[in-house]
């Protein structure tokens, strides 16, 4: 049982490319979520999704993409990467419904750094 | 989601009984108390909820006063392990799917363990 899989674990991007985060979960989990955390700051939710085909907004989403088209896949797109988005993402999920809901499961991160 | 008051760090000896609080008095009758961990750079990591009773799991205890206004995590015997930021965290049990639907991390308290 593997969990919550984030690659890739290291990314160095340009300013202007283009690149997709990606995450797995094999908990058949409905909501799958992704926080950014920048330095001394605490996690910021980006996008979340509760079920395939179902996607929304979270705190901070400007600058980012994202689609459900399967239960265990839930991928971040920067389309246009800039230094404001140098950040650890983190990618998280849970069931929906208790006692499950609330109770994240977060993969290991993927630090990403824009120059 | 009711607004929660952590202290921003806090000392505890190895071995001891490491009592972390958290003010939350504008919490709801239908609002929980989720409580997670992060190690440096690692994911967060849950460590346990309730809503009025207290509770208990092999990594914590978790106690709410009477009037829900705050809790305590307890970690029975603290080791240099339990250094991490702990996160107080009071919401809904269920996804609305209203818009930024997921948990708020605050700064959250940081737990030092002296040997």
């Known amino acids: 049982n593997a969990g919550v899989t984030q690659t890739p674990k290291f990314q160095v991007l340009k300013t202007g490319q283009s690149m997709t985060l990606q995450c797995a979960q094999d908990?058949?989990?409905?909501?799958m979520s992704w926080y950014r955390q920048d330095p001394g700051m605490g996690l910021r939710l980006i996008h979340y999704?509760?079920?395939?085909?179902?996607?929304d907004q979270g705190e901070v989403p400007n600058g980012y993409n994202v689609s459900r088209s399967t239960t265990e896949d839930f991928p971040l797109r920067l389309l246009s990467a800039a230094p404001s988005q140098t950040s650890v993402y983190f990618c998280?999920?849970?069931?929906?419904?208790?006692?499950?809901?609330?109770?994240?499961?977060f993969g290991a991160g993927s630090r990403l750094t824009v120059l | 989601d009711a607004k929660t008051t952590q202290p921003t760090s806090m000392d505890c000896a190895e071995g001891r009984a490491a009592n972390l609080p958290c003010n939350h008095s504008?919490?709801?009758?239908?609002?929980?108390v989720y409580w997670y961990r992060q190690i440096h750079s690692q994911g967060p990591q849950y460590i346990i909820h309730?809503?009025?009773n207290n509770e208990t799991n092999e990594m914590a205890s978790l106690i709410i006063t009477e009037d829900r206004k705050s809790s305590t995590l307890i970690l029975p015997h603290a080791t240099l392990r339990d250094t991490a930021v702990y996160y107080c965290?009071?919401?809904?049990?269920?996804?609305?799917?209203?818009?930024?639907?997921?948990?708020?991390f605050g700064k959250g308290t940081h737990l030092i363990i002296q040997p």
């Open positions: 998280a999920s849970s069931s929906i419904s208790a006692p499950g809901a609330n109770v994240l499961t």
């Open positions: 908990m058949n989990h409905e909501y």
């Open positions: 999704s509760v079920g395939a085909g179902i996607t």
């Open positions: 504008t919490i709801s009758g239908n609002e929980y």
């Open positions: 309730g809503l009025k």
């Open positions: 965290i009071v919401r809904v049990v269920y996804y609305s799917g209203g818009g930024a639907d997921g948990l708020t």
